[in-house]
């Protein structure tokens, strides 16, 4: 993957260290979406659910399964406008955007554009939460193109739990039903509790 902007390196990093639990469907659906006619894709759901994180992965398995697409990402606090002017578009054969958070409606009307433009070699891929979701999908409309919304549930006790437990090496149950239920299966939700407990000690 491609980084079109400094801030979004950062952040990034963090969440290529926690580790991916689930979603394997999901995973998939992102996958075939590469290889489908569809023009874009709106992964939805509440904060914290791992919308993010669950793109980056399939990002990874994407280019590693089919090396003509190159995947670049963007988050809210980039500037698309002059990440975008970088990259060749006429020497690319595919290129899929990912645009993470992000709701500045002029750029999303230049990603758009070239969306439209070039509808045979550029896909969006959008992580937003579901109260904004219609919203892109009405956009997708407005210029022609075709979208799948991707919904993400939480994940399982028992998922949330392999996780804590690889992760972090909590084996308490009443510790590991405590940040099941607090996280209400948010992933990211999850990996800040455990943190906290190890880091001061409680565990």
Same mark, same amino acid.
């Given at each position: ?19 991916? $639990? ?12 590469? #290889? ?12 914290? !659910? ?10 990874? @398995?994407? @280019? ?27 020497? #690319? ?34 992580? #937003?939460?579901? !109260? ?32 804590? @437990?690889?992760?972090?090496? !909590? ?9 099941? @239920? ?20 409680? $565990?």
């Amino acid at each position: 993957m491609i980084d079109l902007s400094n801030s979004w390196q950062a952040s990034i990093r963090q969440r290529f260290d926690l580790p991916f $639990y689930g979603r394997s469907e999901a995973v998939d659906d992102i996958i075939e979406f590469a #290889e489908s006619d569809s023009n874009v894709l709106v992964v939805h759901g509440s904060a914290g !659910i791992g919308k993010t994180r669950l793109v980056v992965q399939a990002s990874f @398995q994407l @280019q590693a399964r089919h090396r003509e697409w190159t995947v670049y990402t963007a988050n809210v606090h980039a500037d698309l406008d002059a990440g975008l002017s970088e990259i060749e578009f006429d020497e #690319e054969d595919g290129i899929i955007l990912f645009i993470d958070d992000t709701r500045d409606a002029d750029q999303l009307e230049r990603v758009f554009d070239i969306a439209a433009q070039r509808r045979s070699q550029v896909k969006l891929v959008f992580t #937003e939460r579901s !109260i904004f979701a219609s919203s892109l999908e009405d956009r997708t409309n407005r210029f022609g193109l075709d979208a799948t919304m991707l919904p993400l549930s939480p994940l399982d006790s028992e998922t949330v739990t392999s996780l804590i @437990q690889d992760a972090y090496g !909590i084996q308490d149950p009443q510790t590991l039903d405590w940040i099941v @239920q607090v996280s209400e299966g948010k992933p990211l939700i999850a990996h800040l509790l455990a943190d906290q407990l190890v880091s001061e000690g409680l $565990y």
